[in-house]
T-cell receptor, first 114, second 110 residues
Framework: DAGVIQSPRHEVTEMGQEVTLRCKPISGHNSLFWYRQTMMRGLELLIYFNNNVPIDDSGMPEDRFSAKMPNASFSTLKIQPSEPRDSAVYFC????????????FGDGTRLSIL | GESVGLHLPTLSVQEGDNSIINCAYSNSASDYFIWYKQESGKGPQFIIDIRSNMDKRQGQRVTVLLNKTVKHLSLQIAATQPGDSAVYFCAETYGQNFVFGPGTRLSVLP
């Protein structure tokens, strides 16, 4: 079975550029989560969607970050403009429904902003 | 992949021994708890979960214990193997909130 698929696996770009991270959840899963992981702050939940609708975006750092889920099989996390402090590993995860189930994680996108 | 904070607790265990990883959770209203394992370069992987109406749950070589009185969760790994070396995270859910703990690095010694 295909797990959660994230792309790209690695992204290096200069500050000020727009960055778009992509996620394909497990087929049939109705909830999708975006996380950021850094050495200093650990794993942070940024936003989660239920049935393609954003439920909680309180973890999104600031207006430079935006996330969309146009359909059940695709989501994007966009940073515009990017800054060096955005450098982190970004994970996407999905569940069948909601928070009270094990989340299945992708292998992440390692983002470096120079 | 990178793990967690600069002061990540580390547990070193001899191969074949049992491991116990502890976690203090933050909210007495939390009703669902999960343990994840994260290996280098990969996303967290589900190990075992437990709901607040239980105090113990067993899986294959793993046991999770929940003590709601002191808000404490533990993961026991029997007969620890080299492949168990990783960072282990507990996570809790309360309402619409989901929070990961800081993680513990498990190092299995030959």
């Amino acid at each position: 079975d295909a797990g959660v698929i994230q792309s790209p696996r690695h992204e290096v770009t200069e500050m000020g550029q727009e960055v778009t991270l992509r996620c394909k959840p497990i087929s049939g899963h109705n909830s999708l989560f975006w996380y950021r992981q850094t050495m200093m702050r650990g794993l942070e939940l940024l936003i989660y969607f239920n049935n393609n609708v954003p439920i909680d975006d309180s973890g999104m750092p600031e207006d430079r970050f935006s996330a969309k889920m146009p359909n059940a099989s695709f989501s994007t996390l966009k940073i515009q403009p990017s800054e060096p402090r955005d450098s982190a590993v970004y994970f996407c995860a999905s569940t069948l429904q909601g928070l009270n189930q094990p989340q299945h994680f992708g292998d992440g996108t390692r983002l470096s902003i120079l | 992949g990178e793990s967690v904070g600069l002061h990540l607790p580390t547990l070193s265990v001899q191969e074949g021994d049992n491991s116990i990883i502890n976690c203090a959770y933050s909210n007495s209203a939390s009703d669902y708890f999960i343990w994840y394992k994260q290996e280098s370069g990969k996303g967290p992987q589900f190990i075992i979960d437990i709901r607040s109406n239980m105090d113990k749950r067993q899986g294959q070589r793993v046991t999770v214990l929940l003590n709601k009185t002191v808000k404490h969760l533990s993961l026991q790994i029997a007969a620890t193997q080299p492949g168990d070396s990783a960072v282990y995270f507990c996570a809790e859910t309360y309402g619409q909130n989901f929070v990961f703990g800081p993680g513990t690095r498990l190092s299995v010694l030959p």
